[in-house]
C-alpha cells in the first residue's frame, strides 16, 4: 500500500494556525494516536543547524516545535528534544532560535547528542559501523521535524538529511571524509542513517523555507506548507514534485530505491500536489558529474565541471570557523584571506554550510556555466 504525505496549508507562523496545520496534517495519516502512546518517551530532532533568530529559516521554527510538543502531551507522551549542532551546543541554538522558550514552557528538556553509540543489533547496508547518540534508542517514538532547505552537498535538506544531526559531534566530519569526495557515497550513508533510526513521524517545516545558497546563508521563502509522513523518503519524493524535479534528483532517493526502499509508493493526502504546486523554486548551483571515466581522464575535467567553493572577500570577517571546520583542512589563510586547495577539497560544503557570514557561495565550474547549470537537474541527473 502506497505510504501517505499530508500536504496541509499553513500560511504564517501564529501559533494556534500552526497547531491547527499540525494537527490536520498528523489526522491524515492515522493521527497521533497511532504514533504516540501513553507513557512514550518521544524524541523530537528539529533541525539546530545554527543559532539563529527563526526569521533566518534555518532552525525549524519554534511555533511548530511548540505544535509538535502539545500534540504529543495531549496523549500523554513525553517529550524531549535533542541534536548536534554544527558549532553551538543545542542549548545555546535553541537559545538563540527561540525554541529554548517554548520547550522549557512546556517542560521539554533539551538534550545535547554528546554519546556517540553504535546501534544495537543493527548495521547500515554499506556503512557498517555509524555511531548514532544513544537518545535515539533511548526514545519509543522519534519524531522528526525538519525543515524546508536548499543544500548545497545534497541539493535540498529534508527528513532524510536531517537525522544526520543524530550522528554526534565531531564524528560528522569524520563521516565526511569517509564518503570522500563521492556525493553518492555520502547519500548512501544518509540512507544507512535513515534506516538505523527509522523514525516514527516526520513532520516538515515548509511555512517558510530556504532558497538558493542554503541551509544556513539562503533567502528565507514562504512556502505555506506543513507536511507530514511515517516515512521520510516518501515525505523527500513528494517535494520534489512540489518544486518540479525529478524524485532521483535528490541523491538520497536515488540511493534509496537502488536498495528496493520506497517500493510501495507514495500518495500524496489533503492538498494536491497541483494545488499547492511551487513555482520557480531556486536551488543551489550545485554542479556535480558522476563520471565513469578512469581518474586520470577525470581528475582534469573535475575543477571544469564541478562546483566548488569560493569566498566573498567582501563579506568574510576572518572568523576561522571554516578553517577549524573543513573535514580535509583544505582551507588555510594569508594576508590576503583564505586560500582553498581544490586539489584537497571533497566538496562537503561544511565551510558553505557552516559560514557564519554566509560569504562562502558554491560556483559552477567553467565548462559546466557554459553547458547550461541546470541541465543535471532536469534530467535527474545530479
Ligand atoms: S567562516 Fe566565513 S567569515 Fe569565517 S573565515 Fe570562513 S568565510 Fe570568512
Ligand atoms: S573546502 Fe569546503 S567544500 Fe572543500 S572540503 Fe573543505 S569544507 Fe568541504
Redesign the pocket.
Known amino acids: 500500500m502506497a505510504t501517505p504525505v499530508s500536504i496541509v496549508k499553513c500560511q504564517n507562523y501564529d501559533e494556534n494556525e500552526v497547531l491547527k496545520a499540525i494537527q490536520q496534517s498528523v489526522d491524515l495519516i492515522g493521527g497521533i494516536h497511532a504514533f504516540v502512546k501513553r507513557g512514550d518517551r518521544v524524541l523530537l530532532k528539529p533541525n539546530l543547524l545554527y543559532g539563529k533568530s527563526p526569521e533566518k529559516a534555518v532552525t525549524t521554527h519554534p511555533a511548530v516545535v511548540k505544535g509538535v510538543i502539545q500534540i504529543v502531551k495531549e496523549v500523554g507522551g513525553i517529550p524531549f528534544l535533542g541534536d548536534s549542532p554544527g558549532l553551538e551546543s543545542a542549548k545555546r541554538v535553541t537559545e538563540k532560535a527561540g525554541i529554548k522558550t517554548v520547550a522549557d514552557s512546556l517542560g521539554c528538556p533539551i538534550i545535547e547528542f554528546n554519546r556517540p553509540v553504535l546501534p544495537p543489533g543493527r548495521q547500515g547496508k554499506v556503512f557498517k559501523n555509524i555511531e548514532i547518540d544513544q537518545a535515539i534508542f533511548e526514545a519509543d517514538v522519534i519524531i522528526n521535524l525538519p525543515k524546508w532547505k536548499t543544500h548545497g552537498q545534497m541539493l535540498l535538506t529534508l527528513g532524510i538529511k536531517n537525522l544526520f544531526g543524530c550522528v554526534p559531534g565531531t564524528r560528522k566530519a569524520l563521516w ?1 571524509i569517509k564518503a570522500g569526495e563521492d556525493h553518492k557515497l555520502f547519500a548512501q550513508m544518509l540512507v544507512d542513517i535513515y534506516c538505523l533510526i527509522q523514525p516514527s513521524l516526520t513532520i516538515l517545516d515548509g511555512i517558510v523555507g530556504m532558497e538558493g545558497n542554503g541551509p544556513n546563508s539562503g533567502q528565507p521563502i514562504p512556502l505555506g506548507l506543513i507536511l507530514a509522513s511515517s516515512d521520510p523518503l516518501c515525505l523527500d519524493q513528494i517535494v520534489c514534485d512540489l518544486i518540479g524535479i525529478p524524485w532521483k534528483s535528490l541523491l538520497t532517493n536515488r540511493v534509496a530505491f537502488e536498495q528496493g526502499l520506497g517500493k510501495g509508493g507514495v500518495v500524496a493526502v489533503g492538498k494536491s500536489i497541483e494545488e499547492v504546486k511551487i513555482k520557480n523554486f531556486n536551488l543551489p548551483s550545485f554542479q556535480r558529474i558522476d563520471w565513469n571515466l578512469p581518474g586520470f581522464i577525470r581528475k582534469p575535467l573535475k575543477n571544469a565541471f564541478d562546483s ?2 569560493v569566498v566573498n572577500k567582501e563579506i568574510c570577517k576572518e572568523c576561522n570557523q ?1 578553517i577549524k ?4 583542512e ?2 588555510k589563510a594569508n594576508k590576503k584571506g583564505l586560500i ?1 586547495d581544490y586539489g ?9 554550510e557552516i559560514c557564519p557570514e554566509g560569504a ?1 557561495i558554491i560556483q559552477p565550474g567553467w565548462a559546466t556555466k557554459l553547458i547550461g547549470g541546470k541541465l543535471k537537474i532536469e534530467s535527474g541527473m545530479v
Do not use: G, T
Not at 571546520?325 to 580535509?328: D, K, Q, V
Open positions: 565526511h566548488k567553493p571554516c571546520f573543513c573535514p580535509p583544505a582551507i582553498f584537497k577539497c571533497i566538496r562537503c560544503f561544511c565551510c558553505q562562502i
